[in-house]
């Protein structure tokens, strides 16, 4: 399926879940790698807002790109975020999302915009 690249530059995405390892196989306790490099996965939650909407979402990256200094509740950047729609059929019953993958996740700052008072 296609890869979709996320323009960021507009929006403001905070920490909601610290990274973990990715687990590909939740019975065995295998982390999954990337098909490429073979590098271990990690997930992230975030909270994505946009022109007044926010949505929760958890976002893969290569352990490599997990920035010391993260905080729960701060404002992070994520370089190189695509979102992929995905569809599989699981105990007869089809699925489908979208999954979000980015190259690292970053401390960021706030938007200048969020800490102004009238």
């Not at 975020?81 to 995905?86: F, T």
């Amino acid at each position: 399926m296609r890869t979709i690249r996320v323009e960021t530059s507009a929006a403001t995405i905070l920490l909601t879940e610290a990274p973990e390892p990715k687990v590909r196989d939740r019975q065995t306790g295998e982390i999954a790698k990337d098909a490429v490099s073979g590098e271990a996965l990690m997930t992230v939650g975030v909270v994505y807002i946009e022109d007044g909407e926010s949505s929760l979402i958890k976002v893969t990256v290569p352990e490599s790109g997990v920035a010391d200094g993260l905080i729960l509740g701060s404002p992070v950047s994520l370089p190189g975020l695509v979102a992929r729609p995905w569809e599989s059929v699981f105990n007869g019953q089809q699925r489908h999302g979208i999954a979000y993958r980015a190259a690292a996740v970053t401390p960021a700052a706030f938007p200048a915009a969020m800490g102004a008072t009238a």
